[in-house]
Structures are given as C-alpha cells and as structure tokens.
C-alpha cells in the first residue's frame, strides 16, 4: 500500500473516530470523570493528533485499524463514554497497545508519551487501565480485521460523508484461489499492488 493510499486510509479512519466522539458528546456533561478524562478538549483535533501518533510513533497504518478495533472493544467493556474529553487518551493508548503487539518496531512509553503529550507515567496507568477494561483481548483474527476494514470501505464509499465519499481506498476481499490469502481490489474490480495479501493480513 502506496503513501497515497495510507493517507486515504487515516483520513476515514479519523471520520469514523470523529463521527464516534460527536455522538458521545451529545452526553458529556452527563459522564463521570474518569482517569481518560481532560479538563477542557485539546486544542488539536482527532484528525491532527491521529496524523501526529502516525507521524512520529512510526506505527503502521495497520496498526491504526487496529487502534479502531481496540476502541471498540473498550466502549463494549467500559462505562467510558469516548468523546471531545476522553478521545486523545483512548486513541493514543490503543495506538500504542497496537503497535506494542502487531508492529514489528516500536518505542518505550516515554517517547509515546511525549508524541502524545502526556507525562509517561500517567501512560502507563491509561494502558494498564485499558488492559483490564478489555480483558487483556489484544489478539485480532484475520476475520475480525477484514470485517473492520470492509466497513471502512463501505464508509468511504458511501455518499453520507461528504470528506471520505469517494475515497476509494482499496477492499480486503478472498482470493479466488485457496491458497487462504486475501487479494486488495478497488471498487471497479481493479487490483492493487501486491495483489496478494497474506493470510496474516498484519503483513500487507
């Protein structure tokens, strides 16, 4: 996947997460202040500070996919409400939660702290907190990654947003071999480069 392409790719993922806060803050002033909580929202935005962690903590895009599916898990498990307060805390220690067990490299919550601009040893209660709300379930099968990135397609191909429509970022979709490997198409049929992707779809 091109620099293009990975670019395309955070720029939904970042509407999806946006689109997530801007529901919860419907509710804030009902939620209970929480270890993830700020006192007032950041002054940088979900799209900047997604585009800030990409930048300097070197993750993989995956890895960002991956963020998403820990965050869910965390609004599943939890009574945090992810909005305008709780989002920079969540979204960096899932990012960093991600890179720890899908990237190959990856650096030592000090550095992670500073890109996220928290002191690191509140990092380190945000992610052992985190841990326990999700019950340590770190592990991602290949079918729950390719169902999280079909509905990232989907986002970016629907009409409903009007910064994502028509991104057309590349579809997960089975080979037609069965050699249990995925194959990366866009939406009218056309291949990407590599064609094939491997079972562990970590690796693409």
């Given at each position: 996947?091109?620099?293009?392409?990975?670019?395309?790719?955070?720029?939904?993922?970042?509407?999806?997460?946006?689109?997530?806060?801007?529901?919860?803050?419907?509710?804030?002033?009902?939620?209970?202040?929480?270890?993830?909580?700020?006192?007032?929202p950041?002054?940088?935005?979900?799209?900047?500070?997604?585009?800030?962690?990409?930048?300097?903590?070197?993750?993989?895009?995956?890895?960002?996919?991956?963020?998403?599916?820990?965050?869910d898990?965390?609004i599943?498990?939890?009574?945090?409400?992810?909005?305008?307060?709780?989002?920079?805390?969540?979204?960096?220690?899932?990012?960093?939660?991600?890179a720890?067990?899908?990237?190959?490299?990856?650096?030592t919550n000090?550095?992670?702290?500073?890109?996220g601009?928290?002191?690191?040893?509140?990092?380190?209660?945000?992610?052992?907190?985190?841990?326990?709300?999700?019950?340590?379930?770190?592990?991602?099968?290949?079918?729950?990654?390719?169902?999280?990135?079909?509905?990232?397609?989907?986002?970016?191909?629907?009409?409903?947003?009007?910064?994502?429509?028509?991104?057309?970022?590349?579809?997960?979709?089975?080979?037609?071999?069965?050699?249990?490997?995925?194959?990366?198409?866009?939406?009218?049929?056309?291949?990407?480069?590599?064609?094939?992707?491997?079972?562990?779809?970590?690796?693409?």
């Amino acid at each position: 996947m091109d620099d293009f392409k990975r670019f395309r790719l955070r720029n939904v993922l970042s509407c999806i997460i946006e689109s997530v806060v801007k529901r919860g803050d419907e509710t804030i002033c009902d939620q209970p202040i929480t270890r993830f909580t700020a006192q007032s929202p950041p002054d940088i935005s979900v799209r900047d500070y997604m585009e800030r962690l990409y930048r300097y903590s070197k993750c993989s895009v995956e890895c960002l996919v991956l963020a998403l599916i820990y965050i869910d898990r965390f609004i599943q498990s939890s009574n945090i409400q992810v909005n305008s307060l709780t989002i920079h805390r969540i979204l960096l220690t899932s990012v960093v939660l991600a890179a720890k067990t899908y990237d190959d490299n990856f650096y030592t919550n000090t550095h992670y702290a500073r890109v996220g601009g928290i002191p690191v040893e509140e990092l380190n209660c945000l992610e052992i907190e985190f841990l326990f709300s999700i019950g340590f379930s770190l592990y991602v099968s290949c079918e729950d990654y390719l169902r999280y990135h079909t509905e990232i397609y989907k986002h970016s191909m629907s009409r409903v947003c009007n910064l994502c429509s028509g991104l057309d970022i590349p579809m997960l979709c089975m080979s037609e071999s069965n050699d249990s490997s995925f194959v990366m198409r866009y939406g009218d049929g056309r291949d990407c480069s590599p064609t094939n992707v491997n079972y562990n779809v970590m690796s693409y």
